[in-house]
């Protein structure tokens, strides 16, 4: 007697149309969840190494682990503790920079934006060319025009001169201001012309259009200008380094680097103390705004 064949539970793989058969769905799955799995590794394990050291009172990276035998907060302590390193003054600093740089970004950024958009005017074409031109040139190519700048400003206007932090805000509107207009603009052309004319025929004035219909249609986008230019502005370090000179008017990426000098030449761990503590900032806004966020930069990559 033949045997009978038992029926199988394992799902049939897929046939595609051209009849070639396909990977098994739960296969699939597991490569990508690996994958997923190794990129997070890879993007959290530096985090992990820096908080041990943070909390490491060995001060030094050698031998850093993620877990520290003897874990204390000695390190954010002498982060607090020191008087010729006001990390709360710094840190203060660095909000006030990025912040009122990215107000001031994100709202003419956006009114540009609208302008190139909606509008046809002459030399339309050709300032948006050399706006992006203006862009592609590295910042460290204009240090010394940047230097030379605040330099002859400061003598008109001190509080926008050298080693100011209106200074470095001026910088930083005139940098940011070209490559988000036109980041802008081109999200502006996906909203079609005809709710700009909709709102025309009920009455709207150009500015109630802009404002009440345009501006909450680009809101996404705008979310996601303003924290590029928040984190962009935080995280600088070479610009402030070379313009600021007095202690009391560092950013924090230029404070913590005292703890990296030639007179703190093994604070590590202060260091790593001090930069948990500036990312903290960054870290809420991302909590805060992760749902703009998301939505901000998938509706980009649909619209194109």
Do not use: C
């Amino acid at each position: 007697m033949t045997e009978t064949a038992q029926p199988s539970n394992r799902p049939a793989p897929r046939t595609t149309r051209e009849g070639m058969v396909t990977a098994h769905p739960t296969r699939s799955r597991i490569i990508r969840l690996t994958i997923l799995i190794l990129g997070s590794i890879f993007a959290i394990y530096p985090v992990l190494i820096v908080v041990g050291a943070s909390f490491d009172p060995r001060n030094s990276l050698v031998g850093a682990s993620i877990i520290p035998r003897n874990p204390s907060l000695v390190n954010y302590t002498a982060l607090f503790s020191g008087s010729q390193t006001p990390i709360l003054r710094w840190l203060m600093n660095s909000i006030i920079v990025s912040g009122i740089s990215t107000v001031m970004v994100v709202t003419l950024s956006t009114l540009a934006a609208y302008s190139f958009s909606r509008f046809r005017f002459k030399g339309r074409r050709e300032s948006l060319t050399a706006t992006l031109v203006i862009q592609v040139f590295p910042t460290v190519t204009a240090l010394v025009a940047f230097y030379l700048l605040l330099n002859q400003i400061g003598n008109i206007i001190p509080w926008l001169g050298l080693n100011t932090l209106g200074g470095l805000i001026l910088l930083y509107m005139g940098g940011a201001l070209g490559s988000n207009a036109f980041l802008m603009k081109g999200y502006f052309d996906t909203i079609p012309r005809e709710i700009d004319e909709s709102a025309r025929v009920d009455g709207a004035d150009e500015w109630t259009t802009f404002y009440r219909i345009i501006l909450p249609l680009v809101r996404p986008i705008i979310v996601v200008v303003g924290l590029l230019t928040f984190i962009g502005t935080f995280n600088d370090y070479l610009i402030p380094r070379v313009l600021l000179r007095d202690s009391n008017t560092f950013t924090l990426a230029v404070g913590l680097t005292t703890f990296i000098g030639n007179d703190f030449a093994t604070d590590w761990g202060i260091f790593a103390a001090g930069a948990i503590i500036g990312a903290v900032p960054i870290t809420i806004l991302f909590l805060v705004l992760q749902t703009q966020i998301i939505e901000g930069l998938s509706q980009g990559a649909v619209k194109g």
